[in-house]
C-alpha cells in the first residue's frame, strides 16, 4: 500500500478512556480476522476524489441524526402517510441511537481502525472518540429507513439507498470496521421491528360499508308526504355548495319547505307538520296563492317523513321530533358541520335525494341526554365536558392550514395552557378531569380528540378523558396527543405502562354523571352536537347518558358508494 504525507494534528484520532466491557476483537479472534480483511479491501478501494469527498459529506450530515430529521421534515410535508413515516422513522432513530451509544458501546466497544493510512480526501476533519462496536451512525440509518418503509414502503425505498450509503461511508473513511457497521444496522433494523410490535401502524381506510343496517321507509318519488325545514343561516362546509332550496324545487317538487326564519321554533314546526297542520308562514302562503292551491285551510296531510337542511345542531332538533313522531328523517348537508351527515354516506345533496325517491333507509343509533330529571335530549354524535369543546374548535379553524394531526397538537398546546381541571363523579367514582368526550358509536383515531367515525350502529358510547390526578398530567395529555394512537396502542401491549397514560378510553351502554359535588366551582359548561348547556356551579346536578341503538330512521344509501 503507498505511503502517504503525515496525517495532520487535528485529525489524529485520541484514543477513548474506556473502550466496553467485552471487546469484540478479543473475545472474538474470527470477528477480528475478518474486519482486518474487510479493512484492507475497502482502504484499497480507489473511488476518486469525488466520491471520496461526497462519502466524507455525507458521513458528517448525519452527525447528530442532522440528515435523518431533514429527510423527516421532508417527508412530514407530503401529508399525512408521511408524518406517520417520519414519526416512526425519527422516534425509531431515537431509541436505536440511546440504544447503540449508551447501551452497546458500553457493553462491548473496542478500538477503532486507524485512519492515518487514508488519503486526506478521505478523512474525516474530527474522528470520534467513543468505542467502536456498534456503529451509532449505522443503527441510527437502518432505524430510520425502517420506520419509514414500516409506514410508506415506497418511501422507505428511496431512503434505504441514502441509509446505506451512510453505512457504508463510516468504512470508507476509516471510522468504523465492518462488523461495527452490521452490528449498528442489524440493531437498527431489529428495534424497528420490535416498534412495529409495540406501536402498530394504524389501519388502512375501512372497507365502505352502510351507516346501519337497512330499513323501511316510504318511497316518495316527487317528495309529496315529505315535510323540510331548510335552514338557510347555517353555512356550507363546501366551496361549491348545492343551493338546497333549487334542489328540493328541481328534485322533489311536491315536497312541502319551510324556510327557517328568526323566531321560529323548530320542534313546534316538525309537530304541526306531523298532526296534518300548517304553521302560520303556510297559511299565508297559502292566502296568497289561493287560486293556485285550491285552499286556505290550517289542514294539510299529516307528513310521512321530516327534513333538515342545516348544520349538525339543527339536525340534532330534527330527530328529536322524528323519533317522537316515528318518522323517518331526511338530512339534506347544507351546514357549516355535517358530522353526522358524513357519517351517514350523506355527503352530497343528490346523495339524500336518490334515497328519498327509491325509499333507501337505514336505522342507525342515537343517545338519550337527560339533565336533571328533564326531558330527555337526542345526541346523535357527541357529547362533552372540559377543554374538548375548544380543542376541537381551535383545531378545525387550523386544520385546513396544518394538515388534521399537526392541528391536533397546536390545538392542544393552546388550550391546555389556560385550562381549569373539572371536577365529575363519572358512574359514582369522583375524579378530576381535563377534557371528557363521549361519541355515540365508535370515533377514530384513538386519541384526546377523535375525529370521525365509520358506522352508526355500534351500539356503544366511546369515551375518552382526560384525567388530572397525576402528576405532570398537563403535559403528559400533550405528549399523548403529539403521539397519536401509539401511546395506548404501546400500553395495551406493555400493560404496567397503561397506569402513566393521561388519556383513559372505555366504550359502555351509558354513563351517569353528577356535577357540583364540594365547594362551588365555576358554571360547567355541558355540549352536545354543537350545542351548549350551561350548568350552575352551586348545585348538584346528575346527568345521564343512554344508548339507543337502532333509535332513528334516516333516510340513506345502502351502497355506500353511492353517497
Known amino acids: 500500500m503507498p505511503s502517504h504525507s503525515p496525517v495532520p494534528v487535528q485529525n489524529r484520532r485520541r484514543r477513548p478512556r474506556f473502550t466496553g466491557l467485552i471487546k469484540p476483537h478479543e473475545a472474538f479472534p474470527a470477528i477480528a480476522r475478518l474486519d482486518r480483511r474487510m479493512n484492507e479491501r475497502t ?30 421534515a421532508g417527508l412530514a410535508a407530503t401529508g399525512a402517510r408521511g408524518r406517520r413515516a417520519a414519526v416512526r422513522g425519527l422516534g425509531t432513530l431515537a431509541v436505536a441511537s440511546a440504544t447503540a451509544n449508551l447501551l452497546g458501546k458500553g457493553l462491548f466497544g473496542g478500538d477503532r481502525p486507524a485512519a492515518d493510512v487514508l488519503p486526506l480526501v478521505r478523512r474525516l476533519r474530527r474522528y470520534p472518540t467513543t468505542p467502536s462496536f456498534p456503529s451509532g451512525h449505522s443503527a441510527s440509518a437502518a432505524a430510520f429507513a425502517t420506520g419509514v418503509a414500516i409506514e410508506w414502503p415506497a418511501a422507505g425505498l428511496v431512503v434505504a439507498p441514502v ?8 468504512l470508507h473513511v476509516g471510522a468504523h470496521w465492518f462488523s461495527d457497521v452490521v452490528g449498528g444496522a442489524a440493531l437498527g433494523v431489529g428495534l424497528a421491528v420490535l416498534g412495529r410490535w409495540l406501536v402498530p401502524s394504524p389501519p388502512g381506510p375501512a372497507p365502505d360499508v352502510p351507516a346501519g343496517p337497512p330499513t323501511d321507509v316510504p318511497a316518495l318519488p316527487d317528495g309529496e308526504g315529505l315535510f323540510v325545514v331548510v335552514n338557510t343561516s347555517a353555512g356550507s362546509g363546501r366551496i361549491l355548495k348545492e343551493d338546497p332550496l333549487e334542489v328540493l324545487r328541481r328534485d322533489l317538487p311536491k315536497a312541502r319547505v319551510h324556510v327557517l326564519a328568526e323566531g321560529d321554533d323548530l320542534h313546534e314546526l316538525y309537530d304541526l307538520a306531523a298532526r296534518g297542520q300548517a304553521d302560520r308562514a303556510d297559511r299565508a302562503d297559502q292566502a296568497g296563492h ?39 328523517l331526511v338530512v339534506l348537508p347544507g351546514g357549516t358541520l355535517n358530522h353526522f351527515a358524513k357519517a351517514a354516506d350523506l355527503t352530497s345533496m343528490s346523495a339524500t335525494v336518490d334515497a328519498v325517491r327509491t325509499g333507501s333507509g337505514v336505522s342507525v343509533d342515537v343517545a338519550e341526554l337527560r339533565v336533571d330529571g328533564k326531558d330527555p335530549l337526542t345526541v346523535l354524535n357527541t357529547f362533552s365536558l372540559g377543554i374538548y369543546p375548544e380543542l376541537v374548535s381551535q383545531r378545525e379553524r387550523a386544520e385546513k392550514r396544518l394538515g388534521k394531526w399537526p392541528a391536533t397538537v397546536w390545538a392542544t398546546s393552546r388550550v391546555l395552557r389556560s385550562a381549569a381541571p373539572l371536577r365529575l363523579s363519572v358512574d359514582g367514582v369522583v375524579g378530576s378531569y381535563w377534557s371528557f368526550f363521549a361519541g355515540v358509536d365508535k370515533y377514530v383515531p384513538q386519541n384526546l380528540a377523535p375525529v370521525e367515525r365509520i358506522r352508526l350502529d355500534d351500539g356503544v358510547l366511546d369515551v375518552r378523558t382526560g384525567r388530572a390526578e397525576k402528576r405532570y398530567s398537563r403535559v403528559r395529555l400533550f405528549l399523548e396527543t403529539v403521539a397519536g394512537g401509539g401511546a395506548s396502542s404501546l400500553a395495551r401491549r406493555v400493560q404496567p405502562l397503561e397506569r402513566h397514560l393521561a388519556v383513559d378510553s372505555w366504550t359502555t351502554p351509558d354513563l351517569a354523571l353528577r356535577f357540583g359535588d364540594g365547594p362551588p366551582h365555576d358554571p360547567v359548561i355541558l355540549a352536545h352536537d354543537g350545542e351548549t348547556l350551561e350548568i350552575d356551579g352551586d348545585r348538584v346536578v346528575d346527568a345521564t347518558l343512554t344508548m339507543v341503538p337502532g333509535g332513528l330512521r334516516i333516510y340513506a344509501p345502502t351502497d355506500p358508494t353511492a353517497g
Do not use: C, F, K
Open 290 to 328: 289561493a287560486g293556485h292551491a285550491g285552499t286556505t285551510s290550517d289542514d294539510v296531510r299529516p307528513a310521512v317523513a321530516l327534513g333538515i337542511s342545516g348544520g349538525d345542531g339543527t339536525v340534532s332538533t330534527a330527530a328529536a321530533a322524528a323519533r317522537e313522531h316515528g318518522l323517518p
Open 43 to 72: 482502504y484499497g478501494r480507489r473511488l476518486g476524489p469525488q466520491a471520496d469527498a461526497a462519502l466524507v459529506r455525507l458521513s458528517t450530515a448525519a452527525n447528530h441524526s442532522v440528515l435523518w430529521m431533514v429527510l423527516g
Open 163 to 170: 441509509a446505506g450509503a451512510v453505512m457504508y461511508s463510516r
